[in-house]
């Protein structure tokens, strides 16, 4: 049973990450109708901001604290907001009109740009880095085998906080209508004199900016960080948000807990080398037996 | 005996109605007109015989089997054919090619004797191009035979639309809308090619249409849908001097 | 010669001109250069069988190397665990079957994977797809009879000029061939307007699973090659990497259009060798290689999304440098 809970606790951290992950797929998904397969190194590129902050002579300076994390996350989350602002801007607004698979493969071409030229050695280099300690690491709750730190509280409490603040703004605020209205019809949104090429900018920014929060999260529990590293991550939360139904922001969040649940608990019970394997098999698990997913709708096409 | 068959048919989208119980029968032979203002659940019905949509309720048969549950390419072969509101060519395949498409089930050979091709293969595609450019022909498209079906115009798009469903040997054709588009000239020619049709390929022909000239000049019976429902059946002559089918059309200010 | 056997003259001409071809190849080339000509032949018979897929049918795979890997892996396995090393014709003829069997094996693994693809439709097909190749590949890195992440080693280098080229050949007639029949106009149709197609009794399951099908079971031979040739398969060789290379050729080369996708397969795998020791402003070309690929990726996206050749037709360019008048497709005789 403790084994359970710690598994259990283990995969809520984790399903948190990909859970804020998940939101930006499945926001801009919302809006767009397209997978934004470099989502997964806009969050790579987070860690490297969060990196580059704290082993700057100025992060270095601060050292680890609670003010240095403040930092270091609203950092992260701006420069990975503005980046998928610019990816937006440069590679996927002039294929606006073509054909969604047109900007599926650009959204590989973008992906692998980043990672590739990361791993230059004059950029970050293929080597892995490590990650600077942001806050001391403690043990929160300690009986018997269970153990709960105050990572595993901070991620679960930053990630929650986030989603409510995201919920706000989509509920309460006049652009967070305008991105409820284009995604439901982004042509008629623009008739209604939306002006939908902001919805798309602030969409993309907020989530990338999720991203950026859930990279120095991930970053601080796995401090080893390289170019290569948001691919996993990447394609996990993709997954979260298509298990929740692509599109639906809170489908996005419920799905992350259940990947990285699935992913722990598999881990555990089962065999840690098979752990990226279940999260496949759930993917064609659900395209095969629901593919609009948990709490998705499936449309009918008109003819 | 009855051709089709429609039963109580009824299909809802989440809340709405589309089409309420729709029972109505068409003999073999018939020149039947299905008319309604928009939104009357028309283009549903058909979608419903092709088994694009699944009715929620109620029954379909055709020349004595069930089509409820079977699958389009299925109920195509029982001998339904039809063409789209907004037409459905296939935009990179020629003219002659769209109509071929329409006889692939009557080239019964398999996949190796298409990679093999033997003489029989040959043969096959020979019968079968000498029927196109017949029915070609007939269709006034012969020149047009080698064009790709994007770059027709509109009227000639509706004929080879109609040429392709004809390929498939049907013993009940669906129209969607023909005349949309027309000038009064084309319209006049569909008309009579309508009437052709059905003489030449003895054959029972279903069609919506908005041009109520079209249909009160070429349907022996028309059936009148509003809401979903059915409000009228009849000759064109009953039809017409239906109090029902008046309201339905005035009351929308269409 | 008449229509109905040009196909087979085709077939002959292409045999005898690789094994024309051969001699100078083996004899000429070190074994770097052969290496790349080799390579390029694997990409193109790659290419050439997801175009089938992707170009004819319109079915979107980011899952084409999980197919070349069960065909790798399968090939190898049985050549080094079960028939060993062997010489002459036994040799040539044992290389046929384990080929033959990878093909096999790897079409089963379409067949599996194109039943979901009847549900599926763009972004999901290629997710499901590239969630398929990606556990082909977790499943192989855990398999330790098969070597789990260090792969199979030591295959024999069975693999030849001939072998791929005159695969490739074997590939083209079949293609060609199919695509002139109701299959090849089933694909067409189903890739246009599956409503449309299924209105006139197109049985668009049937094209999808047969286009997976035939599709698999060449990239199950590639691998095949590849294992024969690389004499090392490891899970990591055939990653979402590959699977998107094998896509960009097709899209290169203007999807659907055979010898346009074969020229695009050609210029990717040979390009990089080429450039490899290319040097602008001191930095090394084979340092930039996968950042000008994507770069390339993204700008041919934006600027010329139908392939390097698009709506070029080789037929009609043939047609019309021989003056002739375009003729009807099969009234002939």
């Known amino acids: 049973m403790e084994e359970f809970l710690q598994q259990l606790i283990n995969g809520l951290s984790l399903g948190a990450i990909y859970a804020l992950i998940a939101l930006g797929y499945t926001m801009i998904y919302g809006v767009l109708r397209f997978i934004n397969f470099a989502h997964g190194d806009v969050f790579m590129i987070g860690t490297y901001i969060g990196f580059f902050i704290l082993t700057s002579s100025f992060g270095q300076a601060l050292g680890p604290g609670f003010g240095t994390a403040v930092i270091v996350f609203l950092a992260a989350m701006l420069g990975c907001g503005l980046l998928g602002v610019t990816i937006e801007f440069l590679a996927y607004r002039p294929l606006r009109t073509r054909p969604k698979l047109t900007v599926l493969i650009t959204a590989i071409g973008v992906s692998f740009f980043l990672e590739y030229t990361g791993q230059l050695s004059f950029v970050f280099g293929a080597d892995p880095r490590t990650f600077p300690t942001v806050v001391e690491k403690t043990m929160v709750v300690q009986s018997g085998s269970l153990v709960i730190d105050s990572y595993q509280i901070i991620i679960f409490v930053v990630a929650i906080v986030l989603m409510l603040g995201l919920r706000m703004l989509i509920m309460k605020t006049r652009i967070g209508t305008a991105l409820r209205a284009s995604s439901m019809n982004l042509n008629a949104a623009s008739l209604m004199g939306i002006n939908t090429n902001a919805v798309i900018s602030f969409t993309f920014f907020v989530g990338s900016a999720l991203a950026g929060a859930g990279a120095i999260l991930y970053a601080m529990s796995y401090p080893k960080i390289n170019p290569l590293m948001g691919i996993l991550p990447g394609l996990k939360a993709f997954i979260a948000a298509v298990l929740g139904g692509i599109g639906n922001i809170s489908g996005a969040a419920v799905g992350g807990f259940i990947i990285g649940s699935a992913e722990t608990m598999t881990a555990g019970y089962i065999s840690p080398t098979l752990r990226d394997a279940i999260v496949f098999a759930i993917l064609i698990f659900i395209l095969i037996v629901k593919p609009s997913g948990l709490f998705g709708q499936g449309g009918t096409e008109k003819v | ?254 | 010669m008449s229509r109905k056997h040009r196909s087979y003259l085709y077939l002959l001409i292409g045999f005898a001109a690789i094994i024309g071809l051969s001699f100078p190849f083996e004899a000429g080339l070190n074994s770097y250069d052969m290496r790349i000509v080799i390579n390029v032949g694997i990409s193109m018979i790659l290419a050439a069988s997801l175009n089938l897929i992707n170009g004819f049918t319109g079915q979107f795979s980011l899952g084409h190397a999980g197919f070349m890997a069960i065909g790798a892996y399968t090939a190898s396995a049985l050549t080094t665990m079960v028939f060993g090393t062997t010489e002459g014709t036994t040799q040539e003829l044992l290389f046929l079957v384990v080929l033959i069997a990878g093909g096999v094996s790897a079409a089963i693994a379409g067949l599996l994977i194109g039943i979901p693809s009847l549900r599926l439709k763009g972004d999901y097909l290629a997710i499901v797809t590239l969630g398929f190749g990606e556990i082909i590949r977790v499943v192989l890195q855990n398999i330790e009879p098969l070597g789990g992440s260090l792969g199979i080693s030591g295959i024999p280098r069975y693999t030849t000029f001939i072998w791929t080229f005159g695969i490739l050949a074997v590939l083209i007639f079949v293609t060609e061939n199919l695509m002139r029949s109701t299959y090849g106009r089933g694909f067409l149709a189903t890739r246009d307007d599956e409503i449309a197609a299924e209105s006139v009794g197109v049985n668009t399951t049937k094209y999808k699973v047969t286009a997976f099908v035939v599709g698999a079971f060449f990239a199950g031979i590639a691998g095949g090659l590849y294992g024969h040739y690389n004499s090392l398969i490891r899970p990591l060789d055939f990653g979402f990497l590959k699977s998107v290379e094998i896509v960009v050729m097709v899209i290169l080369g203007g999807m659907g259009s055979t010898w346009g996708v074969l020229l695009a397969a050609a210029l990717l795998t040979y390009l990089p060798e080429a450039l490899r020791e290319v040097e602008l402003f001191g930095i090394k070309f084979r340092d930039f290689r996968m950042t000008i690929y994507a770069l390339s990726l993204i700008l041919l996206m934006i600027f010329r999304p139908q392939g390097l050749l698009g709506d070029f037709n080789a037929e009609e360019f043939i047609r019309k440098i021989r003056g002739k008048p375009k003729k009807p497709a099969t009234t002939e005789t």
């Open chain 2, 1 to 254: 005996m009855s051709l089709l068959n429609l039963k109580n048919l009824t299909m809802r989208f989440g809340g709405l109605t589309a089409v309420d119980a729709v029972t109505e029968t068409i003999e073999p032979l018939l020149l039947m007109g299905l008319i309604g203002p928009n939104g009357a659940g028309k283009t549903t019905v058909f979608n419903m015989i092709t088994g694009v949509y699944l009715p929620t309720e109620g029954q379909i048969s055709f020349d004595g089997q069930n089509l409820v549950g079977q699958k389009p390419h299925e109920i195509a072969g029982t001998g339904i054919a039809r063409t789209f509101q907004n037409i459905r060519l296939f935009p990179s395949l020629s003219v002659f090619d769209n109509v071929r498409v329409g006889f692939n089930n009557a080239l019964s050979i398999g996949i190796l004797g298409s990679i093999l091709q033997p003489r029989s293969f040959w043969r096959g595609e020979k019968e079968i191009a000498e029927k196109i450019d017949h029915l070609l022909e007939m269709f006034g498209l012969l020149d047009q035979r080698n064009e790709l079906a994007k770059n027709l115009s509109y009227g000639d798009q509706r004929r080879v639309e109609i040429v392709r469903a004809m390929a498939t040997d049907p013993k009940l054709l669906l129209l969607d809308e023909p005349a949309a588009g027309m000038n009064p000239t084309e319209k006049q020619k569909l008309m009579s090619l309508i009437r052709y049709l059905r003489d030449e390929f003895q054959i029972a022909i279903l069609l919506i249409e908005h041009d109520m000239h079209v249909v009160m000049g070429i349907c022996e019976r028309i059936t009148v849908l509003d809401h979903g429902a059915k409000i009228a059946s009849g000759t064109p002559e009953e039809v017409k001097n239906n109090p029902e089918v008046v309201k339905a059309y005035l009351g929308h200010s269409e």
